[in-house]
């Protein structure tokens, strides 16, 4: 899926700070980021809407999201745990009330 | 509040074997119902969208129904290929598209 870009696709940590970039070329005004733990559907983390944050679900502090424009999202990890490996889905829609589009995730693994 | 269930965990069928996987919800609103699929190493794609002005949908051989009678939405294919093993979502987005819940997947494997 070029349409949305994400980096870096795999990433093994211990416990660092990382940050994980998404650029989407679709014109979006919306952007989200999901989590998707192993065999569970993707669950919203956060919800930017024209590079304003207007849903934080309950996510763990360590997780902080930065939306530079309205093309970008940027999710900064810091001291990961363990339980945060996943893989980390960038998605975006026209309006927060279209269709989403997904990219292809960065898989996270905390050793 | 909104939900969606979705039982099948996984299903294994052969070449040109019939799909069919339901999902029910439960809304107090009107809603959109979706299924997205999911390849191995790829983010969901949305499939198949029906809303309650259309209560049925086609894409790609399969199709997608609902019922508010029973709250119930299926997705159904008539012959499945190899290139169909994926997992398959089904979703609920409430009339505002302000909440968006995705079922627990229904892993497909399709074998030659």
């Known amino acids: 899926n070029t349409k949305i870009t994400q980096s870096p696709r795999y990433l093994i940590l211990g416990r660092a700070n990382k940050s994980l970039e998404c650029e989407q070329h679709?014109?979006?005004?919306?952007m989200y980021w999901y989590k998707q733990s192993a065999e569970k559907p993707p669950e919203l983390m956060f919800l930017?809407?024209?590079?304003?944050?207007?849903r934080n679900e309950t996510v763990p502090s360590r997780f902080i999201p930065e939306c530079p424009d309205s093309s970008k999202l940027l999710l900064h990890i810091s001291a990961v745990d363990p339980e945060d490996s996943a893989v980390y889905f960038c998605?975006?829609?026209?309006?927060?009330?279209?269709?989403?589009?997904f990219g292809s995730g960065t898989r996270l693994l905390v050793i | 509040g909104d939900s969606v269930t979705q039982k099948q965990g996984q299903v294994t069928l052969s070449e040109d074997d019939f799909l069919f996987i339901n999902c029910t919800y439960s809304?107090?609103?009107?809603?959109?119902l979706l299924w997205y699929v999911q390849y191995l190493g790829q983010g969901p794609q949305l499939l198949l969208k029906?809303?309650?002005?259309?209560n049925k949908g086609i894409s790609r051989g399969f199709e997608a129904t609902y019922d508010k009678g029973t709250t119930s939405f299926h997705l159904q294919k008539a012959s499945v290929q190899e290139s169909d093993s994926a997992v398959y979502f089904c979703?609920?987005?409430?009339?505002?598209?302000?909440?968006?819940?995705f079922g627990k997947g229904t892993s497909l494997t399709v074998i030659p």
């Open positions: 998605a975006s829609s026209l309006r927060t009330n279209s269709d989403y589009t």
């Open positions: 679709l014109g979006h005004n919306a």
């Open positions: 979703a609920l987005v409430d009339a505002g598209y302000q909440n968006f819940y």
């Open positions: 809304t107090t609103t009107y809603p959109t």
């Open positions: 029906v809303t309650t002005a259309n």
């Open positions: 930017y809407n024209l590079k304003q944050l207007i």
